[in-house]
């Protein structure tokens, strides 16, 4: 009988490490994915990040607020957001959850966000919520507070946003005689 070498008891080791970290993830996955199936914690997204748990567990606590988003079709979605959060905050967790409704409905899809909020802004009461540094809850904005979609344009001249106008690039064309 030879006697095993170090280097075989070695990789023997690593083999060994490398199958029990392998359970081990798996046992993590699975007890995670049980966890997620609870009814309790549903509104736990499905890959959640460190955040998304801090957020919710700061939510059971007090110190976060739920906010509705009210779409322009009427229909609506919740977020999370922290009650020391600002205009900036609430847009990134309206793009997070926007991004993770698609990805569940159809897959990968790329949402322009840049050309959304040139476009759109949420309102609160009807007051366009256009400054990113701003505080929610200078604006009044509390837990359980629905905020809106709105579209609106910006001027060119003041860099403010204004009515809607209909593009006129091509109505000087036609005048030609």
Request: a positive charge.
């Amino acid at each position: 009988m030879t006697e095993p070498t170090s280097s075989s008891i070695e990789d023997d080791n690593v083999v060994l490490e490398y199958n029990n970290n392998n359970v081990k993830k798996a046992k993590l996955n699975s007890t995670l994915a049980a966890l997620l199936d609870d009814p309790v914690l549903a509104d736990v997204p499905k890959n959640p990040t460190l955040s998304d748990v801090d957020t919710l567990i700061s939510l059971e606590l007090g110190s976060a607020m739920r906010v509705s988003v009210i779409k322009m079709d009427n229909t609506s979605f919740d977020v999370a957001v922290m009650n020391s959060a600002k205009v900036k905050d609430l847009k990134l967790a309206v793009e997070k959850k926007v991004n993770e409704m698609e990805q569940s409905k159809m897959g990968h899809r790329h949402i322009s966000w840049k050309h959304v909020w040139r476009n759109f802004c949420l309102s609160y009461h009807n007051e366009k919520l256009l400054n990113d540094d701003g505080i929610l809850q200078d604006h009044g904005i509390r837990n359980h507070s629905q905020v809106h979609f709105m579209a609106y344009i910006m001027t060119r001249a003041s860099n403010r946003h204004s009515r809607r106008r209909k593009h006129r690039f091509f109505h000087g064309l036609n005048r030609r005689e």
